[in-house]
């Protein structure tokens, strides 16, 4: 039997603001998983320049209609309770750089422990210098 959590997949982030390069981990994700859910996050340690809501609605417009098996929701709790709640069995993280493989391994390794798998997925060269700080401060002082 087939586990049906194995086809959908949750790419969480606070995506303050949804850069190229987590447009490019969508895309990529959205051909190996029967559905996709993007899950704008609250992280305490981040302060977002707008509120969750408003996060969600700007990703959801970067989402092309023809990408119908990717869905944005909203959540403000742990990642691994909403995949165990909407039957996710992964977790997808995007890995830009060395600093980036450290945290996101020590957030694989609590998932894992939480019933959840972790998929790291590299930046493509082109994006790996691309992170949501540094268009901010571009969008901000330009």
Known sequence: M????????????????FTAGHRDVVDRVRWLFGRVTVLVAVNGDKQPAVDQQRRAVAVREQ?????????????????????HEHRAGVIVRGVRNQNDLGHEYQ????????GVTTLLVPARPALAGVS?????????HP
């Open 2 to 17: 087939v586990d049906q959590r194995a086809s959908h997949a949750v790419y969480p982030g606070t995506f303050d603001p």
């Open 63 to 83: 989402i092309p209609m023809e990408w119908a098996n990717v869905t944005v929701v909203g959540w403000a709790g742990l990642t691994a309770a909403f995949c």
């Open 107 to 114: 957030l694989a390794a609590m998932n894992e422990a939480l």
């Open 132 to 140: 949501s700080t540094m268009t901010r401060a571009v969008r901000e």
